[in-house]
């Protein structure tokens, strides 16, 4: 027989609206201090219209928080040489403190290549080897936005790790395969004992229903179902996407990697899409950008 459990929901932009109230705060010590306030520059190259969307919406959280911001628009055909001389240029100018380069780039550049040339010390995505490694062995450096962003939710609503199995579903860089290291770590959040699960995952859904806590980012709308989570599990969902939708204005609605109506009711705690990972991805990004000024 099934328990239906009444769920909390995790709402990532009450918890972020708290945590930027705080940022706000420190910007104006900043300002004060040393005349000028935290500042971010964001790379967009091309004109892929989600990535222009995500960084706009970095852009304005940066203006909320009364940082000062820099948007770079290069075109898609800019060279691999020409993208990294303009990063060399971002890192030698003393008014940035920290910037990043939104991907997926274009595939005539080589990614990797431009992540390597990013100064660590503002390399506030977390992304270049230097963070990663430290991130790993637990020494001081810039955790990634989204698995920081999740998680700051977490101990925003005092979600219990220690001891618990948590399941990750999906092994990116950016959001898989730091939040599997995050959630291992010895400390809060984490604890936990983890598995991380991929394409290659043999009967993913008896391995995600062991899962005490289930952080998905598979990329894929709708894939984690209600026959797939424990009764009484806390499920992230990092997914985020459009889908048409001929009743709605804009012609789409949001949805995740989770089906929110049927896998709610089992939950303790669930994200919701929008409003859940998404805004504190970039309040994680505002922390990291406070961090760098800092430094
Ligand atoms: N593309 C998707 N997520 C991210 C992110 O967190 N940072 C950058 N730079 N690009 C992304």
Sequence with gaps: MSVLTSHQLLDGKRASDAIRREIAAKALEVKAARGRPPHLAAVLVGSDGA???????????????????????????ISEEELLSRVKQLNKDKELDGFIVQLPLPSH?????IT?????????????PVNVGNMVLGLPGFLPAT?????????????????????????????????SILMGRNAYPGNCTV?????????LPAITRQADILIVAIGKPGFI?????????????????RIPDATRKSGFRLMGDVQFDAVAPKCSAITP???GVGPMTITSLLLNTLKACLL
Excluded: W
């Excluded at 990535?51 to 055909?77: N, W």
């Excluded at 550049?109 to 290549?113: E, G, L, P, V």
């Excluded at 860089?173 to 730091?178: A, E, F, L, M």
């Excluded at 026959?227 to 992230?236: F, L, P, Q, R, Y």
């Design 51 to 77: 990535s222009q969307t995500y960084v706009e919406s970095k852009v304005k959280a940066c203006d909320g928080v009364g940082f000062r911001s820099t948007l770079i628009r290069l075109p898609e055909t």
């Design 109 to 113: 550049i080589d990614a990797d290549r």
């Design 116 to 128: 390597l040339a990013i100064d660590p010390a503002k390399d506030v995505d977390g992304f270049h």
């Design 147 to 179: 698995p920081s962003g999740i998680c700051e939710l977490l101990r925003h609503y005092s979600i219990a790790t220690v001891g618990k199995h948590c399941v990750v579903v999906g092994r990116s860089n950016i959001v898989g395969t730091p939040m």
């Design 195 to 203: 598995t991380l699960a991929h394409s290659r995952t043999v009967d």
């Design 225 to 241: 179902t209600a026959d797939m989570v424990k009764e009484g599990a806390v499920v992230v969902d990092v997914g985020i996407h």
């Design 273 to 275: 899409v929008p409003g």
